[in-house]
């Protein structure tokens, strides 16, 4: 058990909708990171928040979002969802800002119908 | 750009030795990392070197050659647990490098046979 909770751990939904994924860092860390694994793309970075405050942002597509609250949980938005964004979603989070190691949540596995 | 290369994978016999092989390509290097992920699991931090040479931790241990771009795994006593995909994975320094955005290579399935 890393420490890091993802909510849900399922989510079945159907093309053009919105969901939310949740996610709450380890005790302390003030980072945390969202990675998308598909089975053709591999574990691939979408956007970094450090404290609060986005940090990095990877290949996110911009019906994708994300933010960081105050009491550090995070929360990744997919809206006008497609077939192509089935995947797990994992969460990661990290003491600091460059998380060399990165402790992550068991993910969310959405698939979209 | 960023790359990283390793093989698809591999297959061993218990209580054999394994090497899994990174090759990188990156603008800026700090270290190169190792996670292990079960199917269906989380990806699980297994060692991170900054520094050339070898890295023990108990039955793991990694190596690096920052000349060569090259680190690999290495896995002894293998155990049927140790089944598993690994990932080894550099941090992205382009922009600030003041980031934990970590780019993956597509991962080593490691299949240990009895």
């Known amino acids: 058990d890393s420490g890091v909770t993802q909510t849900p751990k399922h989510l079945i939904t159907a093309t053009g909708q919105r969901v939310t994924l949740r996610c709450s860092p380890r005790?302390?860390?003030?980072?945390v990171y969202w990675y998308q694994q598909s089975l053709d793309q591999g574990l691939q970075f979408l956007i970094q928040?450090?404290?609060?405050?986005?940090?990095a942002k990877g290949n996110i597509l911009e019906r994708f979002s994300a933010q960081q609250f105050p009491d550090l949980h995070s929360e990744l938005n997919l809206s006008s969802l497609e077939l192509g964004d089935s995947a797990l979603y994992f969460c990661?989070?990290?003491?600091?800002?460059?998380?060399?190691?990165?402790?992550f949540g068991p993910g969310t596995r959405l698939t979209v119908l | 750009g960023q790359s990283l290369e390793q093989p698809s994978e591999v297959t061993a016999v218990e209580g054999a030795i394994v090497q899994i092989n990174c090759t990188y390509q990156?603008?800026?290097?700090?270290?190169l990392s190792w996670y292990q992920q079960h199917d269906g699991g989380a990806p699980t931090f297994l060692s991170y070197?900054?520094?050339?040479g070898l890295e023990e931790t108990g039955r793991f241990s990694s190596f690096l050659s920052r000349s060569d771009s090259y680190g690999y795994l290495l896995l002894q006593e293998l155990q049927m647990k140790d089944s598993a995909s690994y990932f080894c994975?550099?941090?992205?320094?382009?922009?600030?490098?003041?980031?934990?955005?970590?780019?993956f290579g597509q991962g080593t399935t490691l299949q240990v046979k009895p």
């Open positions: 990661a989070s990290s003491p600091r800002g460059q998380g060399n190691e990165q402790f």
């Open positions: 005790s302390g860390d003030l980072s």
């Open positions: 928040y450090y404290n609060g405050e986005e940090r």
């Open positions: 990156t603008s800026g290097f700090y270290g």
């Open positions: 070197n900054a520094l050339d």
């Open positions: 994975a550099v941090r992205d320094l382009r922009g600030s490098g003041n980031t934990g955005k970590l780019i």
